[in-house]
């Protein structure tokens, strides 16, 4: 009978391994593989073909016509060139609005900052402190972390619309101020910076990571799957809610608000239209419409969503950026203007896309496996 009792012992002891190692052995799948059947490489070809790499490329060309106006305005400098130099800036922010997502290849190594590649392009409000000490001759590092908020479009939005101290008009900076020269040298280093890092990001996605990023279709940590959804909805939770409407309109300072703290801030009248952009990057991306629009019926979040029917969610999604698009569209062409006149139109839009959070970051996310990598600590 003891036998017969330990024996029992054994079997229920193995079991409860054998148990163990099952349990262990789905738990690993389900974080790092894709346990459904589900075409994850033509969603990833889909995204890098049709959207990113475009995005991507536009960017560049514009990037380059804007150093093209600025090389003209520094060879002649006059307030013609400058309004032209203005419109280059304008058509380059406006493509930048399509890349600011994709925080992943080589872009994700420029820094350990949680806004990622962002820091290097849009970084808002700027230091007009930091740019006028540097154009005095105070030593400078644009890749320093300390100039994060005195580069990128910001930055040549003061130099292009703004008026520094002593100065009446935005041309006088590089005329009659006592230090002209030294606001062209930085002028055209922050114009450089912005051609050496898109021309970078550009470069590693068309030789080799748009491979490497098709390929790795796992939801782990490291996957490119898993790294796009993070990027996507990072972007959409942090760049275009918090900081294009959140922070100018006093949601995370208890009700003080922030008209300096809009984009584009010294040309005044572009901040919505650049908010619009960005949402409507955000809603094609979701479902995979391509840069050109040319494309339909092709894998996306929206499609997989279909898949695992979840198409009820999709539809919420959509549904909920379309109510923060007509809240956004109903606000001033200057969202600074917009927080002094009216701010309750500024909150009622931040709560139209913070709707959205819940949906993707939460619901979505759960769906396909996905693990949130960042944390925000205003509340979701």
């Known amino acids: 009978m003891k036998k017969v009792i330990a024996m029992i012992k054994k079997i229920i002891s193995l079991l409860c391994v054998v148990s163990i190692i099952v349990a262990c052995s789905s738990s690993d799948d389900s974080n790092g593989g894709n346990t459904d059947n589900f075409d994850r490489t033509a969603l990833l070809s889909n995204y890098a073909d049709n959207i990113i790499v475009p995005a991507l490329s536009d960017f560049q060309s514009k990037v380059s016509d804007l150093d093209v106006a600025r090389a003209n305005f520094i060879n002649d400098i006059n307030q013609s060139n400058l309004d032209l130099l203005s419109g280059a800036w304008l058509e380059a922010y406006r493509s930048w609005q399509y890349v600011a997502i994709y925080n992943i290849g080589i872009a994700e190594t420029f820094t350990g900052n949680l806004n990622g590649f962002r820091v290097y392009f849009n970084v808002y409000p700027v230091s007009t402190s930091l740019i006028e000490s540097a154009a005095s001759g105070t030593d400078y590092d644009l890749n320093a972390d300390a100039y994060f908020a005195a580069q990128g479009f910001p930055a040549l939005d003061f130099l292009i619309h703004g008026i520094a101290d002593s100065d009446t008009t935005p041309l006088d900076k590089f005329t009659t101020n006592v230090n002209f020269e030294g606001y062209v040298d930085y002028l055209t280093n922050v114009q450089s910076q912005i051609n050496n890092r898109s021309t970078v ?86 479902n995979g419409q391509s840069f050109d629009n040319s494309s339909t019926s092709v894998e996306s979040l929206a499609s997989y969503l279909d898949y695992l029917d979840s198409s009820q969610l999709k539809n919420d999604i959509n549904a909920q950026f379309q109510v923060a698009r007509q809240q956004i569209q109903s606000l001033n062409n200057s969202f600074s203007q917009q927080v002094i006149d009216d701010n309750t139109q500024m909150t009622q839009a931040y709560d139209a896309l913070q709707a959205a959070v819940v949906l993707l970051k939460v619901d979505m996310a759960s769906i396909f496996d996905v693990q949130i990598d960042f944390q925000d600590n205003d509340g979701d």
């Open 201 to 286: 990001i550009l470069n590693n996605w068309q030789d080799t990571f748009r491979d490497e990023f098709v390929a790795n279709t796992s939801s782990s940590a490291t996957g490119a799957f898993s790294k796009i959804v993070n990027d996507y909805i990072n972007y959409y939770e942090r760049a275009l809610r918090a900081n294009k409407i959140g922070t100018p309109a006093g949601n995370f300072s208890a009700g003080q608000t922030f008209p300096d703290k809009v984009e584009a801030y010294y040309k005044n009248d572009v901040s919505k239209e650049l908010a619009l952009l960005g949402l409507d990057a955000v809603q094609k991306f979701f």
